[in-house]
């Protein structure tokens, strides 16, 4: 499985932007996936987790209000839509393939995206 992040770039306050994450090889539909960002100095944190048919989803509470997590597999793709962007938020997002155990863990999940960094300016 491959996977390739897209869609950061700057963005000032208040302002959106929507990830994607295109999945090559493996089926695509049957596995869960998820976001994760990482900030400079910081570890990588959870975000958001979608499972296979995208029926259910997982929110960290820092983003539940403000980002969804969503897939479109007939087009191999996942996606996350932020919303009312913050200075706070800038960091390099990463997606990545579930494979079990917690879904905030960054052990439960494999075959990391290169991600793409996103910028916040206030």
């Known amino acids: 499985v491959q996977l390739q992040a897209s869609g950061g770039g700057l963005v000032q306050a208040g302002g959106s932007l929507r990830l994607s994450c295109a999945a090559s090889?493996?089926?695509?539909?049957?596995?869960?996936m998820g976001w994760f960002r990482q900030a400079p100095g910081k570890e990588r944190r959870f975000l958001a987790h979608i499972i296979g048919s995208g029926a259910s989803t997982v929110y960290a509470s820092s983003v539940k209000d403000r980002f969804t997590i969503s897939r479109d597999n007939a087009k191999n793709t996942l996606y996350l839509q932020m919303n009312s962007l913050k200075p706070d938020d800038t960091a390099v997002y990463y997606c990545?393939?579930?494979?079990?155990?917690?879904?905030?863990?960054?052990?439960?999940?494999?075959?990391w995206g290169q991600g793409t960094k996103v910028t916040v300016s206030s």
């Open positions: 090889g493996g089926t695509f539909s049957a596995y869960d």
């Open positions: 990545a393939r579930y494979y079990g155990g917690s879904y905030y863990d960054l052990q439960s999940y494999g075959y």
